[in-house]
């Protein structure tokens, strides 16, 4: 009888949490179907092909991997090692590379106002949604060939798994388990594919509380603020390590940004 | 200036005669409303013309989000038909956007 009671009890609960799962899903493709992400994609291109800077130049040189001017699926194959720089880039440090050396300006300027508000948003916000745009349907295959490629996979998933900060947290303290969400998000398992796979082509994304499209370096940034760590620098070598980690465990997903966040 | 925007139009309900013409339209707006410190800024009144004739006369308010999205479903429409939206806000700022159904 006591059994039967539970049994009783137990069953509404899972059936309302199927619901409440079903429904966060179907508010998750409504956003989906019309994402302003679009609107940003479009003046990323303006400002992508917008001749500025001390050489009056545009960014349709820039070289993100597949050669200058190659834009189509470069962001599946990042973050990867450059030549010219002797380093591993993600995107956003690779367009600070190309804004320095194509366009003459100086990093302190192109660095100035890296995460924008929903009034005015960043230059590198936009350039990103082009970029990343241009990489749908494209297989993600982040290279890890290069022994300096190696080295940043490695500090990456090193970093990933450190815990640390006045909460003693990590990356995996709120990624490491199957299952889990925070109010409306789920939080998938960074390092198995799955997870990442999942996570990972859908950044960067729109996010609709803050009617703003947020960058791969704003995701990792914000996690550090999370997880009470002290404030990475942008484009730093352990953000584009954290990065490059996620990117290699995402493999094999076609990438289907940049997406719609709550 | 105004920001961009960017639509879709396209034809549903299958057939050789669509039965209905699905237009889906952003438009790049701050939409401030009186809640923030700011000036009054939003959308107030959006256009829909299907070949040059007025099919939707919308009037919207301070309630609708920042960079908003619009969905209309249209009776009937063919292939090529012309699909123009336009908007016109508080301070007399205006954007439009046309686009051949697909």
């Known amino acids: ?262 | 200036m105004a920001g961009p925007m960017k639509m879709r139009a396209t034809l549903g309900g299958g057939g050789t005669a669509a039965a209905y013409t699905d237009v889906r339209v952003l438009m790049t707006h701050p939409m401030t409303t009186a809640q923030s410190n700011q000036p009054l800024h939003f959308i107030q009144n959006v256009t829909v013309k299907q070949n040059g004739k007025t099919m939707v006369e919308a009037q919207i308010s301070q309630a609708v989000s920042r960079n908003p999205v619009f969905t209309f479903r249209l009776k009937g429409g063919a292939k090529g038909d012309k699909i123009e939206v336009s908007w016109l806000d508080n301070k007399g700022e205006t954007n439009s956007i046309e686009t051949a159904v697909a």
């Open chain 1, 1 to 262: 009888m006591k059994g039967l009671a539970l049994l009783l009890l137990a069953f509404p609960l899972w059936a309302g949490a199927q619901d409440a799962k079903k429904e966060i899903e179907k508010y998750q493709q409504m956003l989906g179907e019309g994402s302003p992400a679009e609107l940003w994609e479009l003046e990323g291109e303006a400002l992508w092909k917008k001749a500025q800077g001390p050489k009056n130049a545009s960014l349709e040189k820039c070289d993100l991997g597949g050669g200058p001017g190659k834009v189509a699926g470069a962001y599946a194959r990042l973050p990867r090692y450059f030549k010219d720089t002797d380093q591993v880039q993600d995107l956003e440090s690779r367009l600070l590379t190309c804004m320095t050396a194509l366009q003459g300006r100086d990093r302190a300027e192109t660095t100035k106002r890296l995460f924008g508000n929903a009034d005015r948003p960043s230059e590198m916000e936009y350039l990103v949604a082009y970029v990343v745009g241009q990489a749908r349907g494209h297989k993600m295959a982040a290279p890890v060939s290069h022994p300096k490629e190696r080295a940043s996979y490695e500090l990456g998933k090193k970093v990933f798994f450190y815990r640390a900060g006045n909460w003693d947290f990590s990356c995996a303290s709120c990624h490491g388990e199957q299952d889990k969400r925070i109010r409306m998000q789920d939080l998938p398992v960074l390092s198995e594919p799955a997870g990442a796979q999942k996570a990972y082509t859908t950044w960067p994304a729109y996010r609709v509380s803050n009617s703003q499209l947020k960058t791969m370096q704003w995701r990792i940034n914000d996690c550090y603020r999370q997880m009470r760590f002290p404030e990475p620098e942008f484009a730093s070598e352990s953000t584009i390590a954290l990065t490059h980690y996620l990117a290699v465990t995402a493999k094999g997903a076609p990438y289907n940004g940049p997406g719609t966040k709550r």
